[in-house]
């Protein structure tokens, strides 16, 4: 528990100051009003279990080990149980006109303990408790709030301290889970540079001096190669990551730089480029479909690039290849061959978020795709 | 000069351009070393690694043309460090290459850029694009903020979408020349911004005295 400490623990501390001033006024209270009592020796007895009581109560909830139900029930019950106690040392008539024997005051914290271990949903019945306790002694219900404010003290005091128990423990959660991210990217970005300096280093030698020796030696520069374009592409993702963790809003850069390799080039700009996850997802599918076309009809040899660009209002990506194009009398064609059917997918996929795709092509020339996404004003770039 | 942190691809590469007939007239393995050398030999041009033994290649950049002003650098970088990147053309590196580049890829390269020439992929057009788009959008954009020419965007999306340079001169019917004058001055107006901006800096935290 050392790792992640209680975040109400400053609370259990305050807590516990108000547990000795009240103590202090329980026993102003007792001193004033003992000789009116019945017994008086009986409730310097009771007052020394009070007393017994707080310093337990105290020394446990400074220590943490009763921060736990049990322990805050049974501080309840025994509050209890010394509130009822007034019917034993004080007379009918005196109870009618003072408040219970051990002091409201002194009650409330029982209140304040449930609310602090259970928020303001254990608090207020606990504050229930206690304020029928102190209407049983008396033998009826106060609705005079004017004169009689414990019901709303109570109810307060259980609602204002749970509250602020469970707000600490929310905010300690935030926290706990921000230091644990944290940690994760930097051993990620740790990882990054140790895997960069070594094994792509390596990775790209090879398949350049395999290359150049050729024969067999070339298939070993392909591999490492292809090694070397995966692991770059690993650690990039990794790097984009670190930003969007976030489930709200995605690095478009994320996705997109997944789609380089040999003969795709993806341009990107140095910092984030911010959607809705959703839209991120159909625009780098749409990139997708567009490159695929690029694979089944530009021709061999044909190599794609891929341009983001973050113009504020609206996202653009444009996908190029420096294949063999359409001619324009040879739509046709290009429908029967089913070139227009992945168009329309592009194209659906656009309009679906509320923008445009335009495809503009000539032969020799390549196709060239230009998607846009307008930004709805959730967020900058 | 090579300045590469891992001896066997400083040595590669270092063999590689003598082998095409440059003259390697020093090797560094990081940007205290790279510093030392250069203001003694005065490289015509500098093949740069991002990621060195001391530091990374936007220091070593930033050292070079401090003792050698004259000096191009050309960053060759194992993986497509974004940020970093941009920061060395900032710094003043005049071309970009990734090490997965073939040999003839390279030296073609080091001789533009010894040529004056800017040496740019469509990944690293992206990101100057980027960066100028950023540097419009951002609150503190103002007359000194750098900014791009219509006709500059236009060159510098046909870069970032594969064209080569010949491809963008006939497109916009202008000269080969013009096209890399235009990318050229991208490059440049960073750089200069950044200067301004790192002057302004010093001035205001009294770094000038």
């Known amino acids: 528990m050392s790792r992640d400490p209680d975040a109400t623990a400053p609370l259990w501390r305050a807590a516990q100051l108000f547990r000795l001033l009240s103590c202090l006024y329980a026993l102003g209270f007792q001193i004033a009003i003992n000789d009116d009592l019945d017994r008086p020796g009986a409730a310097w007895l009771l007052f020394a279990v009070l007393i017994a009581w707080s310093i337990a109560c105290a020394i446990a909830y400074l220590h943490g080990f009763g921060r736990r139900p049990a322990w805050v029930i049974a501080e309840l019950l025994v509050v209890v149980a ?6 034993l040392v004080a007379s009918r008539s005196w109870a009618l006109d003072n408040q219970t024997w051990p002091t409201t005051l002194w009650a409330s914290n029982a209140t304040i303990s ?5 928020g303001p949903v254990g608090g207020l019945p606990a504050a229930v408790v206690i304020t029928a306790a102190s209407a049983f002694v008396k033998g009826y219900v106060s609705l005079n709030f004017g004169r009689n404010a414990t019901v709303i003290i109570e109810l307060a005091l259980a609602l204002a301290v749970g509250m602020a128990a ?9 926290l706990q889970r921000a230091i644990r991210l944290s940690a994760a990217t930097e051993e990620r970005e740790r990882l990054s540079r140790h895997v960069h300096d070594g094994a792509i280093q390596v990775l790209a030698l090879v398949a350049r001096r395999g290359r150049e020796i050729g024969g067999a030696a070339a ?14 592409r690993l650690v990039s993702s990794a790097e984009f990551a670190q930003d969007t963790d976030a489930a709200d809003i995605a690095d478009l850069r994320a996705l997109l730089s997944r789609r380089a390799d040999e003969r795709v080039s993806v341009s990107l700009p140095a910092t984030p480029v911010l959607l809705a996850p959703g839209v991120v997802a159909e625009l780098d599918a749409a990139v997708g479909n567009a490159l695929d076309n690029v694979a089944r009809h530009a021709g061999d040899g044909a190599r794609a690039f891929v341009l983001c660009e973050d113009l504020g209002e609206t996202v653009t990506v444009t996908v190029r290849d420096d294949g063999v194009g359409i001619a324009a009398g040879r739509l046709d064609e290009a429908v029967r061959q089913g070139r227009v059917g992945v168009s329309k997918a592009i194209v659906g ?6 923008g445009s795709a335009r495809l503009s092509t000539e032969v020799g020339e390549g196709t060239e795709w230009e998607l846009s996404v307008p930004r709805r004003g959730e967020c900058g770039g | 000069m090579v300045v590469d942190d891992h001896p066997i691809w400083r040595d590669a590469v270092a063999r590689d351009l003598a082998e095409s007939g440059f003259t390697v007239v020093a090797t560094a393995d990081g940007v205290a070393a790279a510093r030392r050398r250069a203001e003694v030999v005065k490289p015509e041009v500098v093949v740069m690694d991002m990621q060195l033994a001391d530091g990374d290649g936007v220091a070593a950049t930033t050292a070079v043309l401090e003792v050698s002003p004259s000096t191009r650098v050309l960053v060759l970088s194992a993986s497509d460090e974004r940020d970093d990147v941009l920061q060395a053309v900032k710094a003043g590196a005049t071309g970009y290459l990734v090490k997965s580049a073939s040999r003839e890829e390279l030296t073609a390269a080091v001789r533009a850029t010894a040529a004056g020439r800017a040496v740019f992929t469509p990944g690293l057009a992206g990101l100057v694009l980027g960066e100028y788009r950023r540097l419009s959008r951002s609150p503190e954009s103002g007359p000194a903020t750098p900014a791009l020419t219509e006709r500059e965007t236009e060159v510098l999306r046909y870069v970032a979408k594969g064209l080569s340079a010949k491809q963008i001169a006939a497109k916009l019917s202008l000269s080969h020349r013009t096209v890399e004058n235009h990318v050229q001055a991208t490059f440049r107006k960073l750089q200069v911004a950044n200067r301004v901006e790192l002057t302004r800096y010093a001035i205001e935290h009294g770094l000038d005295q």
């Open chain 1, 82 to 87: 010394l509130m009822l106690s007034t019917e």
């Open chain 1, 114 to 118: 449930a609310a602090l271990l259970f």
């Open chain 1, 166 to 174: 469970q707000t600490a423990r929310r905010a300690h959660q935030d």
């Open chain 1, 219 to 232: 298939e070993l520069a392909e591999l490492a190669g292809e090694q070397e374009r995966a692991l770059r």
């Open chain 1, 349 to 354: 996929r656009l309009a679906a978020l509320g």
